[in-house]
């Protein structure tokens, strides 16, 4: 599988959920929606993570689920689920992959 062409199954999507489900938000969008330097700071966490959750604040001009896919197409990340404010966002690191899907 190729990283722009992955399409996670749900057996792989429930399984990066349980793992999420203990993370913290590592990225934060606020005021500014999905700026360049949001999309920066998830793509430098998800090389070193694969997995990374994301909060969009109270802030946010745009509604979560929306801000949490805008910014999983601008890193070219599988979006594994939205829950309230918070998404999780998974994208393989094809050089030293950390997480091995079932």
Do not use: C
Not at 15 to 20: N, P
Not at 26 to 43: F, L, R
């Amino acid at each position: 599988m190729q990283a722009n062409e992955t399409t996670l199954t749900g057996k792989q999507k429930r399984f990066l959920r349980a793992m999420g489900s203990t993370l913290d938000p590592v990225v934060q969008i606020g005021k500014s929606g999905v700026i360049d330097t949001v999309i920066e700071s998830a793509e430098q966490v998800l090389v070193a993570r694969e997995l990374i959750k994301v909060r969009v604040l109270q802030n946010s001009p745009e509604e979560p689920k929306e801000a949490i896919a805008s910014l999983a197409r601008a890193t070219e990340a599988e979006l594994v689920q939205v829950i309230g404010r918070n998404g999780l966002l998974y994208k393989r690191n094809e050089e030293k992959p950390k997480i091995e899907l079932p």
